[in-house]
């Protein structure tokens, strides 16, 4: 009696392709009665280091199709706004050109913040209000004046409110009350 023979090309086929299905599923489906000698030639050629990377590769092809399907979305909803923006900037234009719309520097710095949104920068701005480099210093300046000059400072001052007497009701005007009592 003559040993069947199997195409264990076609079965490693199956087997590496069909995630879950065991030897002896296999030889079930196929009418083999020896599913050890299957399984033999399956840890041979290690089948199942070939399925692990079937089923990576079929993960990935998965995500990579579904990340692909995504940027397509993205990149069609972006040509959507940006056919919008120009229209409605076409649109806009033309109605400050003949007059019948007025625009202030407020509404042009929005547009432009929206545009640079759009086009996928990031509108910031921002301000440095140092006061130390850029203080104004009098050191020195009266110096040299001559006493007139300086008397009638002072008679100034004093009419406007300098005196010995804080002015006001801020926390600096009432901190300066407090330690001059």
Known sequence: MSRPT???????????STPGMSIRELCRKHDIKSWSTVNAKKNEEHWDELREKFETQLA????????AERIKLVADIHEELLISVRHAVRRFIADV???????????????IDKFLLLAGS???????????SHSLTLDGILTDAPDG???????LAKANGAGGEPVGRGPL?????????
């Open 173 to 181: 005007v009432i901190l300066e009350g407090t330690r001059a009592s």
């Open 97 to 111: 050109s003949d007059g019948s719309q007025q625009i202030s520097a407020r509404d042009l710095q929005g547009m």
């Open 60 to 67: 990935e092809g998965e995500v990579g199709k579904m990340v």
């Open 122 to 132: 990031t509108p910031h701005r921002t301000e440095n209000r140092n006061f130390d």
């Open 6 to 16: 199997h195409d264990y090309r076609a079965l490693r086929q199956e087997y590496v």
């Open 149 to 155: 000059l300086l008397r009638e400072l002072a008679e």
